[in-house]
């Protein structure tokens, strides 16, 4: 198995990640996050906005609706230019985006030489609001988050004043009806993104520019993906998004290739302008219209950097080293044996204590080593064992994932002793 399947293997075994509708055969590039990976995810998320949002003096927060007015999308360029160029084969009448195959070369699929010429496909999600699926009607999934960001500028301001610079921020769901999806969360037809839009006159481009690259290599180390497997890309002239003068992609080296984690973009001012444009409101601040610095960063391509840097084999042990600020659980119970009726009651306590302060995680099944084997897998920092001595003495085993080295500690002391740990 190589590392990809390794990892894919491992979502599912442990309630990661599974495959979307999966009863009914599930759907294209679909994937559901289980009860470990929805924490993880939740955890990723809430380490974002507390690094960007909470601990800044100069970023507001923004929870948008994925349904926009559709001339949002007439406004921002996405109707007319957020396109990737398709071909058909016309034998078996697959699909491929251009730039993916090598249309002097036979199709993938069926090995027949018979190719359209290539158009342009639009990425973005339609859907029709209200009960007539009329053309009329038709409203878009958000391909971005960004734009909420430029629309609901002068409502942000006016209950919130800020001078420039600043910055709004906003996690949430975005869709693209891309060609091709795979490589598991790699690129997803829906999927989620943590992005800043940082506000700044025009001649401060390229100091807000610095400072965010450097915010961003600071990220990768609170969330422990390795920093030398990324790398920055300069995205040369011709090849940027329509609305960007400069644009660094940071790549991430996943199993199947070096390929984009996250994006900066400096957007200029020509969001705001198209918006001015469009809605006919004034959108200038302090007499000018503001340029615009964008970091982001997707989740689900966060997760699955996260992942592949935090695993660990050790001999036949599987180890997931995360971070302890993301581990889905923090603390992992476990009465030495399930059949002891004092040890038992006093680890429920113990457990329904800590649970109170810290994600944790109760498991009496099996053997002590099978239960660390599990947690190991989904990256449970500390197990907690409550055995014989435990009744004599008040104090627990603690172990160690990275190490497994264990401890004996009071438990007057261990709240103490796993904030502590968590600094
Ligand atoms: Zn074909």
Redesign the pocket.
């Known amino acids: 198995m190589d590392l990809m399947e390794k990892i894919v293997s491992l979502c599912k075994r442990r309630g990661f990640v599974f495959p979307g509708s999966e009863i009914y055969g599930g759907l294209s590039n679909s994937w559901d996050y289980g009860p470990v990976g929805a924490q993880l995810k939740k955890n990723i998320k809430d380490l974002w906005w507390k690094t960007f949002v909470e601990e800044r003096d100069d970023v507001l927060g923004l929870d948008a609706a994925i349904i926009m007015n559709p001339k949002v999308w007439e406004a921002s360029g996405h109707v007319e230019g957020f396109t990737d160029p398709l071909v058909e084969?016309?034998?078996?009448?697959?699909r491929f985006r251009a730039d993916h195959v090598d249309t002097k070369k036979?199709?993938?699929?069926?090995?027949?030489l018979?190719w359209s010429t290539s158009k342009n496909f639009n990425l973005l999600m339609k859907t029709f609001l209200g009960s007539v699926e009329d053309e009329k009607d038709v409203a878009y999934l958000r391909g971005e988050t960004a734009q909420a960001m430029f629309v609901d500028l002068k409502n942000i301001l006016s209950t919130n004043p800020k001078k420039l610079p600043f910055g709004v921020a906003q996690v949430g769901k975005a869709f693209r009806n891309e060609i091709t999806t795979g490589n598991f969360l790699f690129r997803l037809r829906e999927f989620e993104i943590m992005e800043l839009e940082y506000f700044i006159e025009e001649k401060n481009w390229q100091e807000s520019f610095e400072f965010w690259r450097k915010e961003m290599w600071r990220w990768f180390g609170l969330v422990g993906i390795d920093p030398k497997m990324v790398h920055e890309h300069e995205i040369p002239d011709g090849e940027r998004a329509h609305y960007s003068k400069r644009t660094i992609d940071f790549e991430f080296d996943y199993p199947f290739g070096t390929k984009e984690l996250y994006g900066l973009a400096y957007r200029t001012d020509y969001d705001l302008k198209q918006h001015q444009k469009f809605s006919g409101q004034d959108l200038s601040l302090e007499g000018i219209v503001p340029h615009v610095i964008e970091p982001t960063w997707g989740v689900d391509r966060t997760f699955l950097a996260v992942l592949l840097s935090a695993y660990h084999e050790d001999g036949k042990r599987i180890v997931l080293k995360l971070t302890p600020r993301l581990a889905p659980y923090k603390v992992a119970v476990f009465p030495l044996v399930g059949n002891k009726e004092d040890i038992v009651a006093k680890a429920r306590i113990l457990y329904l204590s800590l649970k109170s302060h810290f994600s944790s995680v109760w498991d009496d099944r099996g053997n002590i080593g099978k239960r660390y084997y599990a947690q190991d897998e989904i990256g449970t920092p500390w197990c907690v064992t409550v055995d014989y001595q435990t009744l004599v003495d008040d104090t627990v085993t603690v172990r160690d994932r990275d190490t497994a080295q264990q401890e004996r500690v009071s438990i007057s002391q261990l709240d103490l002793y796993f904030q502590n740990k968590l600094k």
């Open positions: 084969c016309k034998s078996c009448h697959n036979p199709c993938p699929e069926c090995k027949q018979n």
